[in-house]
């Protein structure tokens, strides 16, 4: 695996990108960490965007390596897949999967990081004795499905107790937060704990989409040491 970039890190979500111009967008967001892709299929959310044959044409176009966040159903089936395709990290929602340890070991066997995702209501605890299948944990801070909705306060608690417990058990997993992260609240969730954070209109709602990226990053870097 390629040297892994440093906390913390900013994931643009290319939902908010121009779909027909995606080349030039995703050239667009080089100096970022990672590019998150939103895999949505109509069932387990109320959106659809695209599959593994468009992913696969976005991985070969990237400039930075890819970030997916398969909202999904039956992801068992589907998410090794987006790993085989090459994707950095594939994170599928814990209340879709049948068998969440055994994919995230079949993930990471393909070579990619495994990612598990919670919806806001989900409780955190549930995660706490399968920490250690996992390289990232993602916790909702809207509901799955759209892009430019408000950021929910009321899962920052989760999300510090999630960070609690991982800082107890020693484990080096990242912890991203999906959903309303802008300049406003980015240093409430860095705060909070997360260090990897993915944010859509907050990106591509500036024309210089270079500065918003600076701008974000060294707001979640202020927030990061007031935790
Ligand atoms: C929502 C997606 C997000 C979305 C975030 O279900 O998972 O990645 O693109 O968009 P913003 O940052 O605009 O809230
Ligand atoms: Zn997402």
Redesign the pocket.
Known sequence: MPDLPDAPRINP????ADFVNMQADLARIATADFA?V?V?DNHF?P?LTFGPQMVQRIQETSPIPLDV?L?ITDPDRWAPGYAELGAASVTFHLEAATDPVALARRLRSIGARAGV?IKPGTAGDSLYDILDEFDQILV??????????G?MSETMPKLRALADEASRRGSGIWLQV?????DATIEQAARAGADTF????????HDDVEAAVTRLRSLARAGSLEK
């Open positions: 979500s290319i939902l908010a998150h939103d949505m959310v959106n966040h909202m995702a909702m801070t809207v509901e799955p499905g759209f892009g430019g909705q950021f999906d959903g309303g992260i802008s993915v944010a859509g209109s907050a990106v591509y709602g």
